[in-house]
């Protein structure tokens, strides 16, 4: 059950009218009370019933009885409403189920606690199936305002009882889910109706938020952002101050007619200029293709995984504000994927990105200055595009985070964001089951000869024991064993390279440990080969492990034949 309580406002004849109205599309059925603080209070009925204006008005007299009373003292805004809807799938329950429920709920809130004489008046009215209204007006018959602060959370802490209780569906919560907290504006019921008739399965809104998103994924300031815009078909218009500063902006699908325009902030609070701004400035400089080559600097296929891979610590460790700047950026990153990636990976990445700006959602700011590094290699990603294997192991690390999401929002039980996460999880794994098999295959063909196989095969058993035999057996194996090939040849030390990688993540909820290895070596093998001051400090850190009887440490093998150590 999900409820949702509106601004509180002044007019209670206003409110009662709506509920016992017809609807805007003739919606409401049967409206009656089905429960309130006075069993003998009237019953306006339907719109069309004998005498419903009358016995409205008596209604509103009643409920605003203590309002009046109350005079200068009673609250600005005395009109409390909230709707309570059930899933859809749900039975349908019975008036006096409703009333029950009704009932709970107020005393949840602090509106009309149990056994309160002087609990606020209040009534509950059903004009469809599956929800009812309740309006309180929020005076006590002590003359003084009830104590309802936190009434939202308190309602929906008792909504999940009443799910066991009643054997309901189990509705998704989160955070997100109170009315004004969401980053994200949600679209309006006449918006919705409108998509509807034009046979869009997204409203104008959505629409408009995914084209921002992704032209701000890959512009690297304002006016690139705006052509982007432009180019993607958008109509844009700029605000400028007196003095020729920039501001506001607006969109508008270019739909033929009178183009309806939306700001920047109604589509998304951190879509404001303000936050853009934040957003684009905070960039770390990457080198350019040409100056990568030259200097042998890392892919930023890399370093971005790299910065990904770094978010679950983050999650664990640091302040909000510095992991939403990560969660933004990575938010970027999956909006700029689709137009790095083959055709047949878009559409999942497309769904990934906009389930993920769910899954990570806080209402934490974010101070985007701890991210620069992970939005400038996005940045830098335009000119050096993906092979399958950088898209693939990018797609890993993105897993890993969203994963960490998944558990960092049921631990605060914020159930919404782990469904967003879940499902975010089930595109981009199939983004990533789509090409990895094409990359693992690729590598695989400069699989080693016998001989070092079985020598990489010693070297697995001594750095991981545990997961040994399960990665012999694995399809990626023979990619493990190229990729360890690669590694050794431009000078670094397999068992060194394997422990490391071993290390960026626990293997053990691994779908494929032998996957997890090969991205991991491919992004450390891109490193600069340690020099020999580096190898002696690693060999004296690998023996400290092992002389601390640390789980997986590593004790050298013996040389292998033609090889000295």
């Not at 002044?10 to 009656?32: C, I, P, S, W």
């Not at 009704?102 to 009534?123: E, K, N, S, Y």
């Not at 270019?254 to 902030?265: K, L, V, Y």
Request: net charge neutral; with cysteine.
């Amino acid at each position: 059950m999900i409820a949702n309580i509106v601004k509180p406002g002044n007019h209670t004849y206003g409110v009662l009218a709506y509920l016992f109205d017809k609807g805007r599309a003739n919606e409401h059925t049967d409206q009656h009370i089905v429960a309130s603080w006075d069993d003998f209070i009237p019953d306006p009925g339907p719109w069309d019933s004998p005498g419903h204006k009358q016995r409205l008005g008596q209604l509103t007299q009643a409920l605003d009885l203590r309002v009046k009373q109350a005079g200068n003292k009673a609250p600005e805004g005395h009109v409390w409403h909230c709707s309570i809807r059930a899933a859809p799938q749900d039975h349908i329950l019975t008036d006096a189920e409703w009333a029950t429920i009704a009932r709970r709920v107020l005393h949840a809130t602090g509106i009309a606690p149990d056994g309160d004489p002087d609990g606020c008046r209040w009534v509950a009215v059903r004009h469809a199936e599956d929800h009812i209204h309740i309006v309180a007006t929020k005076v006590r018959g002590d003359l003084r305002p009830p104590r309802n602060w936190n009434d939202y959370h308190r309602a929906m802490n008792e909504l999940r009882a009443v799910e066991e209780d009643f054997g309901l569906t189990r509705v998704a919560r989160g955070p997100e889910a109170a009315a004004g907290t969401s980053a994200v504006k949600r679209s309006t019921r006449a918006e919705e109706e409108k998509a509807k008739r034009l046979g869009h399965d997204k409203t104008a809104r959505e629409r408009l938020r995914h084209t921002v998103r992704t032209a701000l994924s890959h512009a690297k300031d304002l006016n690139e952002f705006f052509n982007l815009l432009a180019d993607a078909g958008l109509q844009v218009e700029t605000r400028t101050l007196p003095s020729g500063d920039l501001q506001g902006y607006k969109v508008a699908l270019p739909d033929a007619g009178t183009p309806i325009w939306f700001s920047g902030s109604s589509l998304a609070t951190d879509l404001s200029l303000p936050q853009i701004r934040q957003r684009l400035a905070a960039t770390e400089a990457q080198p350019t293709a040409a100056s990568s080559a030259r200097q042998h600097c890392p892919s930023p296929w890399h370093v971005a995984t790299a910065a990904a891979e770094r978010i679950p610590h983050h999650l664990a460790h640091a302040d909000d504000r510095a992991v939403q700047a990560h969660l933004t950026v990575l938010g970027e990153v999956l909006y700029a994927l689709p137009a790095h990636a083959p055709v047949r990976l878009q559409a999942e990445l497309h769904r990934a990105a906009a389930t993920f700006e769910h899954a990570a959602h806080t209402r934490a700011r974010a101070d985007h200055q701890h991210a620069r590094a992970l939005r400038g290699a996005l940045k830098a990603m335009r000119y050096q595009p993906a092979d399958h294997t950088g898209l693939a192991m990018l797609l890993d690390a993105a897993i890993l985070v969203v994963l960490a999401v998944q558990r960092h929002s049921a631990l605060h039980h914020h159930d919404q964001q782990v469904a967003a996460a879940r499902q975010t999880l089930t595109h981009l794994q199939a983004a990533y089951d789509q090409i990895a098999p094409t990359s693992l295959a690729e590598l695989a063909r400069h699989y080693p000869s016998d001989s070092t196989v079985h020598w990489y095969a010693l070297t697995l058993h001594e750095v991981l024991p545990r997961h040994a035999e399960q990665i012999l057996t694995e399809n990626a194996w023979t990619a493990l064993t190229a990729t360890l090939a690669a590694a050794e040849a431009a000078g670094h030390n397999p068992a060194t390279v394997l422990q490391q990688a071993a290390q960026h993540r626990p293997l053990d909820d691994a779908k494929s440990a032998s996957e997890v290895l090969v991205w991991r070596i491919q992004r450390l093998g891109d490193r600069h080969v340690p020099g020999p001051g580096a190898r002696t400090a690693q060999a004296r850190r690998l023996r400290t492990q092992t002389d601390s009887g640390l789980p997986g440490a590593y004790t050298p093998p013996a040389s292998r034949p033609g090889q000295s150590r």
